[in-house]
């Protein structure tokens, strides 16, 4: 089950070269600093599994206790003030990805070391049928499975994800909409959830638009909130 009923989630690239300035802030002044901010749960980030195959080489997810977390002054405050680090660092990151977004559904008893996303788009006056089957027979029935720890639908809020707090100026970045985020104990045991009751075929029977983007990612780094953590 994912932490509250909002997440952060973003997909970007770094190049090789760049890796351990980004790492070193990522992980150590980035995520620790967003899980001081009340209503921050958990934060991971993951690594393409498949490097070569892979759109973006990251995902990196926060979990809240709800959207307003992510539009609210402590969370403002803290964007609105970047570390020296940050400035120097931020534009080593490309082709971002990010929404602010709502849990619609969550399945499953943990964490997997392994993520299979999907990001894709609703026909039009399709979205109460296309929800209604992920939400209550595509996610539930996958979550069943023993290799398989979570099943999530993800809506991304395009308003709260438009806002522009100054770390993130000057980076240009594309907004998601929905998606579906599997948890599972390894890549073969993601992949095949994902090609079985997340085909294609059968998402677009159910109102999916064209267009599905997966990537498969490996677990790196997880931090809990501060709280949490006493």
Not at 18 to 44: N, Q, S
Not at 91 to 108: K, N, Q
């Amino acid at each position: 089950m994912l932490l509250g009923r909002g997440i952060m989630i973003n997909w970007n690239n770094v190049a090789p070269e760049h890796r351990a300035a980004y790492d070193a802030w990522h992980c150590g002044e980035h995520m620790v600093g967003r899980l001081t901010i009340p209503g921050f749960l958990r934060g991971r980030r993951y690594i393409a599994a498949i490097p070569e195959q892979a759109r973006r080489n990251f995902l990196t997810m926060y979990e809240v206790m709800d959207l307003e977390v992510l539009t609210g002054a402590d969370y403002l405050a803290k964007a609105n003030n970047p570390s020296p680090l940050t400035l120097r660092t931020t534009p080593l990151v490309r082709d971002s990805v990010r929404g602010l977004a709502r849990v619609r559904a969550s399945h499953g008893l943990g964490t997997g070391g392994c993520a299979l996303t999907l990001r894709f788009d609703p026909h039009p006056g399709a979205e109460d049928a296309l929800e209604h089957h992920l939400a209550q027979q595509a996610l539930p029935q996958i979550a069943q499975r023993p290799d398989i720890a979570g099943a999530h639908l993800i809506v991304a809020d395009r308003a709260a994800s438009s806002m522009t707090p100054v770390e993130r100026q000057g980076r240009p970045t594309t907004l998601p909409n929905w998606i579906v985020l599997i948890e599972g104990f390894t890549v073969d045991a993601v992949n095949a959830a994902g090609s079985n009751e997340l085909a294609d075929s059968m998402l677009h029977a159910k109102g999916c638009a064209d267009s599905v983007e997966r990537d498969v990612y490996r677990l790196q780094f997880m931090l809990a909130s501060t709280g949490a953590r006493h």
